[in-house]
């Protein structure tokens, strides 16, 4: 709230989020202040005065709504830059070079991935206590394998085929299964960029844009030496500055350069478990 002479203004979380919110809400009271002078004027001259000032109001608004105006062109060419910086800085997904390795937060584990895919098992041993030996003895193995895609995306790294505790009474038979699912999707593992499949491109793409270094199943590789302007989705023309070249200045002269609309991400895709 802000005291004047005449009134107070009351302003309701007047707030800037770039790129996304503009909000500004006032009003103003006027209780408790001197209206004598103003009663001696008359009612005519009262009415044609209400009428200039609402005149004035209806001026003031249009400037604060042409300023909104410019607020939308210009949050809109902010948002642009914070998507395709959005696409630039997602990091690489670490992977290790299609090679078997135990897993680095538990080593009861194996795992095996490339930039798009990624393979885990384990096989976990039971014993039972031998009251004659004194001494506990295996007596049944349980395998577990899981494939996932490795997205770089958080929360996209879906699950596509496993097994949980598969029991075996006999270790070999054990191993002979977990090398025959190995066997199965080595083929996965051949490149360390695999194509990745058409049904799940949206889980290597940033805003709409494949990201770099990645192909899709029946489709040519896509060039990845991009400006940040050529990431973005709409047709938004970006302000310029004549007294010095800018940001959106450069991204306005690259829009010039001819450009592919792409559709934006989709949603993420629920976790399919398949048992072999």
Not at 63 to 83: G, H, L, P, Y
Not at 104 to 127: A, L
Not at 221 to 228: E, I, L, S
Request: hydrophobic share 30%; net charge negative; aromatic share 8%.
């Amino acid at each position: 709230m802000e005291e004047n002479k005449d009134y107070r203004a009351y302003r309701y979380g007047d707030r800037l989020e770039p790129g996304y919110e503009l909000k500004v809400e006032h009003s103003i009271s006027c209780e408790d202040v001197d209206i004598s002078s103003m009663i001696t004027m008359g009612a005519e001259n009262l009415e044609s005065m209400r009428q200039g000032s609402i005149d004035g109001e209806q001026k003031a608004y249009e400037i604060v709504v042409a300023a909104a105006k410019q607020w939308e062109k210009q949050a809109a060419a902010t948002q642009m830059i914070n998507r395709a910086l959005e696409y630039l800085r997602t990091p690489e997904v670490k992977h290790t070079a299609n090679r078997w390795q135990p897993n680095p937060n538990n080593n009861d584990w194996e795992e095996i991935s490339n930039r798009v895919y990624k393979m885990t098992c384990r096989i976990r041993e039971d014993t039972k206590y031998d009251s004659e030996t004194k001494q506990s003895v295996p007596v049944v193995w349980y395998v577990t394998w899981d494939l996932y895609l490795n997205s770089p995306k958080d929360g996209y790294s879906i699950h596509l085929a496993g097994q949980d505790k598969k029991r075996y009474t006999d270790k070999a038979s054990a191993v002979k299964y977990l090398d025959g699912r190995k066997k199965a999707y080595s083929h996965l593992f051949a490149e360390i960029s695999p194509p990745i499949p058409k049904e799940h491109e949206n889980c290597f793409t940033v805003n709409g844009a494949l990201l770099p270094g990645y192909t899709v199943e029946g489709q040519e590789p896509v060039k990845t030496d991009r400006a940040a302007a050529e990431v973005s989705e709409g047709g938004i023309s970006m302000p310029e500055k004549p007294e010095k070249p800018s940001v959106l200045g450069k991204l306005s002269a690259a829009k010039t350069q001819e450009k592919t609309p792409v559709a934006p991400g989709a949603a993420n895709k629920k976790k399919e478990d398949m048992q072999i």
